[in-house]
């Protein structure tokens, strides 16, 4: 627990000012923190009252690490995600996962099975990484359920700016590239999100298009897509896609 809250109060994460080794270990001696979601209900007079040294930690301390811990509540969920130690999650998955789920989401509404694929599913996100995720929340449910309840804590997906057919004509469509493609897979990618498109790193029923590249025929998407009758389109063919769904 103190290695949590130290973690926690890190500045890449949610840097609280006040919080070290020695704070968190007089919170978990003093029995005021005993989950992750116990830290950001602390009172002032909670931790004032608590040990510390030869006295007591005192109000005016108490004041100070208070404010700084509702100042991290505005941290943004990915930071968030990030503090609560998830072994083998670093900031580039936290990024992807807070940017599709809330925590109220991983923790009391997507089913395990289901969130492990969805998981899978994300650019970035593999298997191994994936199920140990799921495994991690089940443990932690507890006091997750306890932090997503906490309607101050920035648990929330950022919404897109626009979600209109104007702004985002191919919003509802889940595309997967494969294959050598003339520009750049990265390019693909960042304009087909500009468009509303969720990019895959894998074929599956959800999926809507297959972007088939020079050397993409026989390979294991494109058999796959074969399978579930996936739409597959060549670059070309994407290319004009594109042009007539952008604005303007």
């Avoid at 989950?35 to 009172?43: C, E, G, N, P, Q």
């Avoid at 520009?183 to 298009?209: H, M, Q």
Wanted: aromatic share 6%; glycine share 8%; net charge neutral.
């Amino acid at each position: 627990m103190k290695g949590q809250l130290v973690n926690a109060a890190i500045r890449k994460n949610l840097d609280i000012d006040g919080l070290g080794e020695e704070v968190a270990e007089a919170m978990v001696n003093a029995k005021v923190v005993n989950t992750l979601a116990d830290l950001f209900v602390l009172s002032v007079q909670q931790m004032a009252e608590m040990p510390f040294g030869k006295s007591s930690f005192g109000t005016v301390r108490a004041t100070k690490l208070h404010a700084s811990i509702k100042t991290s509540m505005s941290k943004p969920w990915s930071k968030v995600l990030h503090s609560l130690g998830c072994p083998g999650l670093g900031e580039p998955e936290c990024e992807a996962i807070a940017g599709r789920f809330s925590l109220y989401e991983l923790v009391a509404v997507i089913p395990p099975a289901k969130l492990k694929m969805d998981l899978i599913d994300m650019k970035g996100i593999g298997d191994k990484t994936a199920v140990g995720f799921v495994e991690w929340i089940k443990l932690c449910s507890d006091w997750l359920y306890q932090l997503a309840e906490l309607e101050e804590l920035n648990t929330k997906p950022p919404k897109p700016a626009e979600t209109s057919a104007q702004t985002a004509p191919l919003l509802g469509y889940t595309i997967v590239l494969t294959g050598s493609l003339a520009k750049p897979r990265a390019d693909w990618e960042e304009e087909l999100k500009k468009l509303g498109a969720k990019i895959s790193s894998s074929v599956n029923k959800a999926t809507t298009l297959l972007v088939l590249g020079a050397d993409g025929a026989g390979s294991t998407k494109h058999q796959t897509a074969l399978r579930y009758g996936t739409r597959i389109i060549d670059e070309a063919a994407l290319e004009s896609l594109t042009s007539q769904a952008a604005p303007g």
